[in-house]
């Protein structure tokens, strides 16, 4: 297998030799798995990767070889095998914003992290509180990183549709951290995982 081999190749490959998938397990593991540790915490993360990569493999053979990439579609994937666990997601953010502010020191002298420390409980209470459609669309933008295409691509939704959940979700978060509706970013909504 080369290393510049498509995803779509090495998919396609892997339909006769079932070896030439681990071309795209290689290069797409560590960004599902960090996404979903991000997601679901650590122990989680395990199983639902190892969960993620088993239903792409099993289901290579719907994969769109027009795709260059399978990136939107492991991530459309991971994104459904962390739906199956909301419950815990959300029992965790609650837990985090139920445990207020921690005591913060000043003593780095880093003021913006003392101010993102004092709003991590409001930001989880918003982000247990989203519509699961909404936390999807940002989780991807912001924990994936994938850009808004890649996001219609993953969840198989109109593009139009990713804009306008992603606008709800980001009023949604300015809201509950009472931030001025012009371009705010919301780089790291991960209050309790890295």
């Not at 397990?25 to 993360?45: D, K, N, S, V």
């Not at 994938?146 to 198989?156: M, N, Y």
Request: glycine share 6%.
């Amino acid at each position: 297998m080369s290393a510049k081999q498509t995803d779509s190749e090495a998919i396609a490959a892997s339909l006769s030799e079932p070896k030439a998938f681990g071309v795209v397990f290689e290069r797409h593991f560590e960004p599902i798995h960090r996404y979903l540790r991000r997601r679901l915490g650590a122990q989680r993360a395990e199983e639902a990767t190892a969960q993620t990569f088993f239903l792409a493999f099993d289901g290579r053979g719907r994969f769109d070889p027009r795709q260059p990439s399978a990136r939107p579609w492991i991530f459309g994937i991971a994104t459904n095998v962390a739906g199956r666990h909301r419950r815990h997601e959300i029992r965790e953010l609650r837990a985090t914003a139920a445990l207020g502010v921690e005591r913060a020191s000043d003593a780095d002298g880093s003021e913006a992290r003392l101010d993102a420390e004092r709003m991590r409980g409001t930001l989880a209470r918003c982000l247990a509180e989203l519509p699961a459609e909404e936390s999807d669309v940002l989780y991807l933008l912001v924990w994936a990183e994938l850009d808004q295409p890649e996001i219609a691509a993953a969840l198989g939704i109109p593009l139009g549709t990713v804009k306008s959940r992603l606008s709800r979700a980001r009023g949604r978060v300015r809201s509950a951290l009472d931030l001025p509706d012009h371009d705010q970013s919301t780089a790291d909504l991960s209050p309790t995982r890295r």
